[in-house]
């Protein structure tokens, strides 16, 4: 481990048993985290991505392997860990009805930090978070990306070396997310902070995660830049969309006949194959299927990369269509 590592994972595994029988939530996890890192973590839920947030975080002993985290053993040195690192979990950990301001310099008296010492950095966090003004405030007055933030800056009161956020923009509005990223970045930017998410927003962790670790059924199946991932993919996908469930099994075969690729099925009328020059195979498509209800072409997306590996799409509602340049209708 080099003295920047921040995380080294090694066959990190947790079981649970849940009526007797066994859930392998994370199996073998091997990962190594360098400081500064700003690191994805995707997968569709049940994948282990929280498990895997509270091995790394002490919160959740494993069944087995090993973790260090800021250079320490996870279970021989619990306390240790905790002292350098900031977890936000999925969950609001500001909901009491103290004020904002107050609430911090509470956490900073549960981290041990003296009062003057604790008020110094709550009021340099309320600066740098965007939330002076609302330091007189009840956190219980906060909007939600206001709480979201407030956590932030509870998760960064001791200023630790790695933050470990789950869902951070969960349930937030677009506008709250951006301004979340926002934050986040400049954090990365001003102090250094290694920072480890999970998400379920594909284009948030797209656009501003320089590595994405990608998990499915507790194992961890890509690790690479976004655009690394994407240019496995190389080439356009066409999706297409069909009026049912048997029109679209029985476009299969001639759809693989006439591309020369497996398609992949995104949902029980949508089908997706991966070719190198769509703007030549996509008349071609049209043509061989009568009973086509859209055509679409665009560039790989991190879903694309997903559904390549798995044979799944990653998104929530698979049934929902894509925006990039949506369907071209082409048939009725
Ligand atoms: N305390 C627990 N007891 C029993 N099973 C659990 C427990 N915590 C998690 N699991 C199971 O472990 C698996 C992984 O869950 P985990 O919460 O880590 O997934 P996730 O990727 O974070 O999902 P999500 O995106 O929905 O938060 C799931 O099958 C889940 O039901």
Redesign the pocket.
Known sequence: MTTSTMIRARGLTKQ?T?KRER?D??TDLDLDVEGGELVAFL??????????LRMLTTLLPPTSGTARVAGFDVLADPAEVRRRIGYIG?GNSAGHAQRVRDELVSQGAFYGMNRAHAAARADELLESLDLAPLAKRSVTALSGGQKRRLDIALGLIHSPEILFLD?PSTGLDPQSRANLWQHILDLRRTHGTTIFL?T?YLDEADQFAERIVV?DH?RVIADDTASALKSTLAGDVITLGFQSETDATAARTTLERVTGAAPSVVSPTRLAVTVPDGDRVLPLVVRALDALATAALRQPTLDDVFLSLTGRSLREDATTAPSEREAEKVSA
């Open positions: 649970f849940v859930v939530a994370v997968g569709p839920n049940g994948a282990g991505k929280s498990t895997s999925q869902e999970t379920h998990m507790g």
